[in-house]
């Protein structure tokens, strides 16, 4: 069984501060990273999906990056706003069982 | 926007007793997910399907779920009986293509309660 680690559990920050996460999953076999935001109430929703070693995404405030040889991701917000509140899971996929894994999220609260 | 609808959202029932939640995924999607996410844990993948076949379903407890997609469009997750257990958000993702590079695209849930 694949174990995807999230890190912090659960984090509250201050509207227009940065934060960032942290995803660890195993080197070996790596197929795909996943990024999804959850927000109360909602679907997850895809932020990234990352392939490649030293992969970097952004989109708008958030930005992501990849260290496949390592196994992690670092999920980093700028700016943060109230808005942002929500879970961020991370997945991964590997060459035995193409089936993501998810960690359990890292809760992220901002307080406006 | 194409969204992924589930039905019912929220479902409360008495252990042994049988429930079902139904998925429509967004329309020409042929790869349809069932995840089971635990509070306070990630989700897990029940069964995945390509069209109306089922590509891996090893984690899904066959003594009491069950799950179709007959025509390769909609699909529906049995569990019968259900037990304190399964009390769970059940998700329902749809993706366009079968590989992991491609992202899901989820519906809001169904959140079971067993009493």
């Known amino acids: 069984i694949l174990n995807v680690e999230q890190s912090p559990q659960s984090l509250h920050v201050q509207e227009g501060d940065s934060t960032n996460f942290t995803c660890s999953f195993p080197s070996s076999n790596f197929y795909a990273l996943h990024w999804y935001r959850w927000e109360t109430a909602k679907s997850p929703e895809a932020l990234f999906v990352m392939t490649l070693n030293g992969d970097e995404k952004k989109k708008g405030r958030i930005s992501a990056t990849l260290n496949t040889k390592e196994g992690y991701s670092y999920l980093y917000i700028k700016g943060s706003q109230p808005e942002d509140s929500a879970t961020y899971l991370c997945a991964s996929s590997h060459s035995g069982r193409r089936a993501l894994t998810f960690g359990s999220g890292t809760r992220l609260q901002v307080q406006p | ?115």
């Open chain 2, 1 to 115: 926007e194409a969204e992924v609808a589930q039905s019912p959202r929220y479902k409360i029932t008495e252990k042994s007793q049988a429930v079902a939640f139904w998925c429509d995924p967004i329309s020409g999607h042929a790869t349809l997910y069932w995840y089971r996410q635990i509070l306070g844990q990630g989700p897990e993948l029940l069964v995945q399907f390509q069209d109306e076949s089922v590509v891996d379903d090893s984690q899904l407890p066959k003594d009491r779920f069950s799950a179709e997609r007959l025509k390769g469009v909609d699909s529906t997750l049995k569990i019968q009986p259900a037990e304190l257990g399964d009390s769970a958000m059940y998700l329902c993702a749809s993706s366009s293509s079968g590989q992991v590079t491609g992202e899901l695209f989820f519906g809001e849930g169904s959140r079971l309660t067993v009493l």
